[in-house]
């Protein structure tokens, strides 16, 4: 019970810790403790002196941060006017400048001055003095902009963090949209085999119904991660070769060759799908012997696929593109951005792709 108790408190302080108007408050507690902190008194009256130069520091740069965060980045760095916001920036800094000098030499000397170094000060001449020189107002402005950059460099890095989660979301999610749209392509032609066999009262139809059991256990349950074991795809490879035999017999020649040793990984059904199109598109529409040569091998940290199908020659032309190839280019770019090689060729009597990939 205590320990629950604890626990919850534990959570309740972390989620107020985690709110932002709290976070810049400890920000600038932080910078006006340094300052104070790390003064050196014997240049001062005392601590109440330093504690209200150093206050009028902070303001000044609480007021250039928040106009910078809030006005002058969102509107003319963002939309890239660069010139607009430098100029936007030094009229800001400027203004600043004037009102830091003269509040400084106009109260805060004044006050904490000796009554005979008061008589014969002159806040006048040391304002314009101040005001006119380069060096300080250079000096002056790299202390007041410094808790900005801060923060706007805090603010970018949340920004980006934040891009990069909502671009893996977006990612996640349109591949699964995409294994979606591709899982109940590949059963709808599965389905056609099966059920050719049913009409022809095929005894091969147990096995064919066995081998799309552990398809489908495969594809449902094995393949939900983003990259499964390449051994695993190959496995799936087989079964759906063997489903394939079943259907065509002789009317197709299979030649699968596969050289990995390595237990290394892959995005599931990519190389599945070539071979399915391979299938549709050029065994189903030959009349005689079609011709079918795979390849897959490991080299170096690189998977290397390959596929050859013969096209039939009184093949039937079609606009229609394939949904499993257009699935497959979408998720090589998503997963694979730029780091792989997919080329795909039409012949005259052959149809090719060749695809490299890197292993993970």
């Known amino acids: 019970m205590y320990f629950s108790t604890l626990m919850s408190s534990l959570k309740n302080i972390q989620s107020f810790f985690s709110i932002p108007i709290f976070k810049h408050l400890l920000f600038w507690i932080g910078v006006y ?20 130069h150093f206050a009028i520091y902070i303001f000044s740069q609480i007021i250039v941060a928040y ?41 805060h000397i004044p006050k904490y001055l000796k009554a005979d170094d008061n008589s014969i000060y002159d806040s006048n001449k040391i304002f314009w003095e101040k005001l006119l020189d380069f060096r300080v107002f250079l000096g002056k402005s790299t202390i007041i902009l410094t808790p900005t950059i801060f923060l706007v460099i805090s603010k970018f890095y949340k920004n980006q963090q934040r891009y990069l989660q909502l671009n893996e979301q977006k990612k996640s999610t349109e591949l699964t949209i995409l294994k ?19 009409i022809k009262k ?15 256990d495969y594809m449902l349950y094995g393949c939900n991660e983003k990259y499964v074991a ?17 259907r065509y ?48 091998a490991l080299k170096g940290n690189y998977i290397y696929f390959e596929i050859i199908n013969s096209i ?18 979408q998720q090589l770019e998503l997963l694979y951005t730029e780091d792989y090689i997919l080329d795909i060729k039409e012949e005259t009597t052959n149809f090719n792709v060749h695809l490299k990939l890197p292993a993970k």
Do not use: W
């Not at 600043?96 to 400084?104: A, K, Q, S, T």
């Not at 390449?230 to 079943?246: G, M, R, S």
């Open 180 to 198: 979606h749209q591709l899982n109940p392509h590949f059963l709808f032609n599965t389905l056609n085999n099966l059920y050719a066999l049913s």
């Open 312 to 329: 039939a020659k009184n093949k039937v032309s079609s606009n229609k593109s394939s949904i499993g190839l257009n699935n497959v280019k």
């Open 230 to 246: 390449l051994n695993k795809e190959i496995e799936l490879i087989e079964n759906y070769l063997a489903l394939e035999k079943v």
């Open 33 to 52: 403790a340094y300052f104070v902190g790390t003064v050196n008194i014997t240049y001062y009256s005392g601590y109440k002196e330093v504690i209200e």
């Open 67 to 107: 106009a910078c965060l809030f006005f002058l980045i969102p509107r003319f760095l963002t939309p890239k006017k660069h010139i607009q916001f430098a100029m936007s920036l030094l009229l800001l800094l400027t203004g600043v400048f004037i009102i830091f000098i003269g509040f400084h030499e106009y109260y």
């Open 249 to 296: 017999g002789k009317r197709v020649m299979i030649n699968f060759t596969k050289g990995v040793k390595n237990d290394v990984k892959i995005a599931p059904l990519i190389l599945l799908t070539f071979i399915e199109n391979a299938f549709k598109h050029g065994v189903s529409q030959e009349l005689k012997e079609a011709q079918i040569h795979i390849q897959i």
């Open 202 to 216: 095929s005894d091969q139809a147990p096995e064919v119904i066995a081998k799309l059991s552990e398809m489908l």
